[in-house]
Structures are given as C-alpha cells and as structure tokens.
T-cell receptor, first 114, second 113 residues
C-alpha cells in the first residue's frame, strides 16, 4: 500500500517565479491538507481540500493556491515567490469519515528560493 | 482559536534516562491530541494519539495522557535510546470533519550513548 507521495523532493527557484508541487494521497484517503514547515519550526496549515473544493484555509496569502483532482490527488501552487517561501512543503492526507483520525504525511518537497 | 504550546528544546539526555516533553493546549470542545515524530531525513509520522479525556496513548515505550483539567498532553518515556533522537511535535485536531491539525513548534531530542 503506497503511502502519501510528493513530487518533486527538492527544487530551487528564484524570486518572482512560480512553483507547482504535487501530492498523491494514501490509498482510501479523500482529504488532502498542505503544510509549510520552515526550518526549525512546526508545520503551519496552508489549506485543506475535500471533494475538489478548498474547505479550510490558514493564514496564507492568495499567492498560495491549490487544486484537488477527481482521483483525490492535489497540487499546491505558489506565485510570485519570495525568499521567505523557502521551506519544506508537506502534504498530509486522511479520510473524511474518520473525525478523530490522524494525518498521514509525505516526506515533503523542499523549496529553496534564491 | 485552538493552539498548542510545547516545551522548547533542544533537550539532550543520556541513554536510559527518563524523558518528559511538556505540551499544553487551548481548544474549544473536545479535541483529539497527537504526538508526531520526525526522524532525521524522514517525514512526520504519528507516534501516539488520544481522542478523549483520560485516554492514554502509547507506542514504542512512549506514553501521553489526555488531561482535560490541566489541558495537557505531556510525552514520557521511562528509558530513552539513541534511536529516539528526533524532533517531537505535539498537535491537536478539533472535533469536526473540516478541522485541521495544529502543531506545536517542536522539541528536538538528542540522546547521548
């Protein structure tokens, strides 16, 4: 059973560019959340997708956007990159039926903005 | 809003020492509580969880008890090993299908042989 997979694992961009990160959920999971983890910090919630809709959003600007596809996979897009966007971006999935359930995390995409 | 506060690190212990990492939370209603662990070079993984007051989560020798009266979920282990060196995150999820998981800032644990 494949767990949560993310791509790419590492990437380098320059300020002002745009980036797209991808996530495939664990089998049976329909809810995808994205987190940003700066160095030495805990993960910060960006947004959550369920049934192809953004259901909840954290305190991130509109430069951060996402999408969920019918197969439950998801993309995170960041426009007009800033140096401060350098971080590990984590995808986490769960099933909406389990209200107390844990999140399963991918290993993340490490973004460096120069 | 919901929040989690955990003990600042780093924490350095000798092998076989007793470990406590403090975690307190603020939340409305009855959240679920978690400890996640991030080993070097790996992704976050669930260590243990508790979903209601007085529940005790346990795994790999680690334990934490959901204390509603003190709004705490402290992580303990009686005898740590070098392999326990990692970053530990306390987290909570409100009781709602739309609820996100909120993480503390993490505590880095290093165990000396």
């Amino acid at each position: 059973d494949a767990g949560v997979t993310q791509s790419p694992t590492h990437l380098i961009k320059t300020r002002g560019q745009q980036v797209t990160l991808r996530c495939s959920p664990k089998s049976g999971h329909d809810t995808v959340s994205w987190y940003q983890q700066a160095l030495g910090q805990g993960p910060q919630f960006i947004f959550q997708y369920y049934e192809e809709e953004e259901r909840q959003r954290g305190n991130f600007p509109d430069r951060f956007s996402g999408h969920q596809f019918p197969n439950y996979s998801s993309e995170l897009n960041v426009n007009a990159l800033l140096l401060g966007d350098s971080a590990l971006y984590l995808c986490a999935t769960t099933t909406d039926r389990e209200l107390t359930g844990e999140l399963f995390f991918g290993e993340g995409s490490r973004l460096t903005v120069l | 809003g919901n929040s989690v506060t955990q003990m600042e690190g780093p924490v350095t212990l000798s092998e076989e020492a007793f470990l406590t990492i403090n975690c307190t939370y603020t939340a409305t209603g009855y959240p679920s509580l978690f400890w996640y662990v991030q080993y070097p070079g790996e992704g976050l993984q669930l260590l243990l969880k508790a979903t209601k007051a007085d529940d005790k989560g346990s795994n790999k020798g680690f334990e934490a008890t959901y204390r509603k009266e003190t709004t705490s979920f402290h992580l303990e282990k009686g005898s740590v090993q070098v392999s326990d060196s990692a970053v530990y995150f306390c987290a909570l999820r409100g009781y709602s299908s739309a609820s996100k998981i909120i993480f503390g800032s993490g505590t880095r644990l290093s165990i000396r042989p």
